[in-house]
């Protein structure tokens, strides 16, 4: 499957912590993002947030974990 958004994501900041960025769909700008990982005792619970801003708005990112497959 190919994506026109091109995301990058990086885990390697500092433990707990991801960025990266992604192109912007109607504009083509890359547009920077970081955020956070939570950690729950439970397997495949783990979570991830955080933020983008552009020139006049911001987002919010969400990483969630896909369990195993059977």
Do not use: C, D
């Amino acid at each position: 499957m190919t994506s026109t958004n091109n995301l990058w994501l990086t885990n390697a900041l500092k433990p707990g912590l991801f960025g990266g960025m992604f192109r912007h769909p109607l504009t083509g700008k890359s547009i920077p993002f970081a955020g956070a990982y939570v950690r729950l005792p439970q397997p495949y619970l783990g979570w991830g947030g955080g933020w983008f801003k552009g020139t006049n708005q911001t987002g919010y990112i969400e990483i969630v974990p896909t369990p195993p497959g059977p």
